[in-house]
T-cell receptor, first 114, second 115 residues
Framework: GAGVSQSPRYKVTKRGQDVALRCDPISGHVSLYWYRQALGQGPEFLTY????????KSGLPNDRFSAERPEGSISTLTIQRTEQRDSAMYRCASSLASAAYEQYFGPGTRLTVT | AQKVTQAQTEISVVEKEDVTLDCVYETRDTTYYLFWYKQPPSGELVFLIR??????QNEISGRYSWNFQKSTSSFNFTITASQVVDSAVYFC????????????FGQGTRLTINP
């Protein structure tokens, strides 16, 4: 079946612009996670959802970052007023439920802020 | 707090050698889950294995094997008879049952298999 998909795969934006990153999880997966991966590092947690409820947003760096999953399926991560330090690979993952289950990752969105 | 340490930043071996990637973790939970992921040069993150804290049996899958030892808080990964296609960055990760419902990753080990 289809895996986790993310769009766009690459995004170049100018400093100060808003961006929206989309994640389409594996069908039937309850939990959806967002991570950020800097070059040469492991992914770092940003936020996660069970169904449409945002359960934990402790990893969001500041209030320019927000996420939603209004119908419990597709999720959008929004970064307002982007800064150069926001440049990274943003990865989405989904799992059948929460911590006990493996997370399957999408291909990521490479964000470059110029 | 959760923490995962992969002390080996880079490993380089010749094809057909065996290689072990180390992973040490910290957690206060009694129930937790350990994972290994592979990130090949193409960049995707590929799930390899999940173990829960109550199952200390070692696991073998083809050339891959995993050794989980709670006494030393380690979950090491061994590739037997390595192949060039095994070249990748390997990440160990931890999630807690009662704590934060997220994966905490180690820094990764870059494995290069030379022909």
């Amino acid at each position: 079946g289809a895996g986790v998909s993310q769009s766009p795969r690459y995004k170049v934006t100018k400093r100060g612009q808003d961006v929206a990153l989309r994640c389409d999880p594996i069908s039937g997966h309850v939990s959806l996670y967002w991570y950020r991966q800097a070059l040469g590092q492991g992914p770092e947690f940003l936020t996660y959802f069970n169904y449409e409820a945002q359960q934990d947003k402790s990893g969001l760096p500041n209030d320019r970052f927000s996420a939603e999953r209004p119908e419990g399926s597709i999720s959008t991560l929004t970064i307002q007023r982007t800064e150069q330090r926001d440049s990274a690979m943003y990865r989405c993952a989904s799992s059948l439920a929460s911590a006990a289950y493996e997370q399957y990752f999408g291909p990521g969105t490479r964000l470059t802020v110029t | 707090a959760q923490k995962v340490t992969q002390a080996q930043t880079e490993i380089s071996v010749v094809e057909k050698e065996d290689v072990t990637l180390d992973c040490v973790y910290e957690t206060r939970d009694t129930t937790y889950y350990l994972f290994w992921y592979k990130q090949p040069p193409s960049g995707e993150l590929v799930f390899l294995i999940r173990r829960n804290s109550f199952d200390e049996q070692n696991e073998i899958s083809g050339r891959y094997s995993w050794n989980f030892q709670k006494s030393t808080s380690s979950f090491n990964f061994t590739i037997t008879a390595s192949q060039v296609v095994d070249s990748a960055v390997y990440f160990c990760a931890l999630s807690e049952d009662q704590g934060a419902q997220k994966l905490v990753f180690g820094q990764g080990t870059r494995l290069t298999i030379n022909p």
